[in-house]
């Protein structure tokens, strides 16, 4: 099915523990965004993709690393989670007239 | 900080009320773009406004674009109980978008 799927969508970890979330696109979009989502900050850009091997910083982007060797993966790293990173994390993907389609989500608990 | 200041923060009506969220910034973007959410689930595009003083309307809902193109409203018209969810403004510059914090609309039947 065409879409964006994200996995898993639940994840408990611990602190200093590496994690990383998978974002999968279906239509070929070259760009690509991962957002953390916590109540009263709406949801904040951490890092973003224009193409294959071309990533960019946004707003939140300490203590997470991306990767986009394909045009359609785009996943986030936690390379030592801290409870700070307690979130729901949100991939998604801009079609050319400029919509953002969003996943479903990941709900992230770091312990 | 947050680019975008959503207002209010939550509101509850009755069916068949009318209401409105803001969103304001001081910053102008290049598009402002409206998101509604469900629980459980990533935000879904409701529109986008580009013209400084764009009216577009979807069904009951109408938004604004303000003449500078820093802020913007949602109206609803006789809302129903669907239209209950997390509502968020977002504003677009060089491709990416910053939110707002979101507006919680319960609608009650």
Same mark, same amino acid.
């Given at each position: 099915?065409?879409?964006?799927?994200?996995?898993?969508?639940?994840?408990?970890?611990?602190?200093?523990?590496?994690?990383?979330?998978?974002?999968?696109?279906?239509?070929?979009?070259?760009?690509?965004?991962?957002?953390?989502?916590?109540?009263?900050?709406?949801?904040?850009?951490?890092?973003?993709?224009?193409?294959?091997?071309?990533?960019?910083?946004?707003?939140?982007?300490?203590?997470?690393?991306?990767?986009?060797?394909?045009?359609?993966?785009?996943?986030?790293?936690?390379?030592?989670?801290?409870?700070?990173?307690?979130?729901?994390?949100?991939?998604?993907?801009?079609?050319?007239?400029?919509?953002?389609?969003?996943?479903?989500?990941?709900?992230?608990?770091?312990? | 900080?947050?680019?975008?200041?959503?207002?209010?923060?939550?509101?509850?009506?009755?069916?068949?009320?009318? &209401? $409105?969220?803001?969103?304001?910034?001081?910053?102008?973007? %290049? #598009? @402002?773009?409206?998101?509604?959410?469900? !629980? +459980?689930?990533?935000?879904?595009?409701?529109?986008?406004?580009?013209?400084?003083?764009?009216?577009?309307?979807?069904?009951? &809902? $109408?938004?604004?674009?303000?003449?500078?193109?820093?802020? %913007? #409203? @949602?109206?609803?018209?006789?809302?129903? !109980? +669907?239209?209950?969810?997390?509502?968020?403004?977002?504003?677009?510059?060089?491709?990416?978008?910053?939110?707002?914090?979101?507006? $919680?609309?319960?609608?009650?039947?």
């Amino acid at each position: 099915d065409a879409g964006i799927t994200q996995s898993p969508r639940y994840k408990i970890t611990e602190t200093g523990r590496q994690v990383t979330l998978m974002c999968h696109q279906t239509w070929s979009h070259s760009y690509m965004f991962w957002y953390r989502q916590d109540l009263g900050h709406g949801l904040r850009l951490i890092y973003y993709s224009a193409a294959a091997d071309i990533t960019d910083k946004g707003e939140v982007p300490d203590g997470y690393v991306v990767s986009r060797s394909k045009t359609e993966n785009f996943p986030l790293t936690l390379e030592s989670a801290t409870r700070s990173q307690t979130s729901v994390y949100f991939c998604a993907s801009r079609r050319s007239t400029n919509e953002q389609f969003f996943g479903p989500g990941t709900r992230l608990t770091v312990l | 900080t947050q680019l975008l200041e959503q207002s209010p923060q939550f509101l509850s009506i009755q069916e068949g009320e009318n &209401l $409105t969220v803001y969103c304001n910034s001081s910053s102008v973007f %290049s #598009s @402002l773009q409206w998101y509604r959410q469900e !629980p +459980g689930e990533g935000p879904v595009l409701l529109v986008t406004v580009v013209t400084g003083g764009e009216v577009k309307k979807l069904k009951r &809902l $109408t938004f604004q674009f303000g003449d500078a193109r820093k802020d %913007s #409203s @949602l109206h609803i018209t006789a809302a129903q !109980p +669907g239209d209950t969810g997390l509502y968020l403004c977002a504003g677009e510059n060089d491709y990416k978008l910053s939110f707002g914090a979101g507006t $919680t609309v319960t609608v009650r039947a």
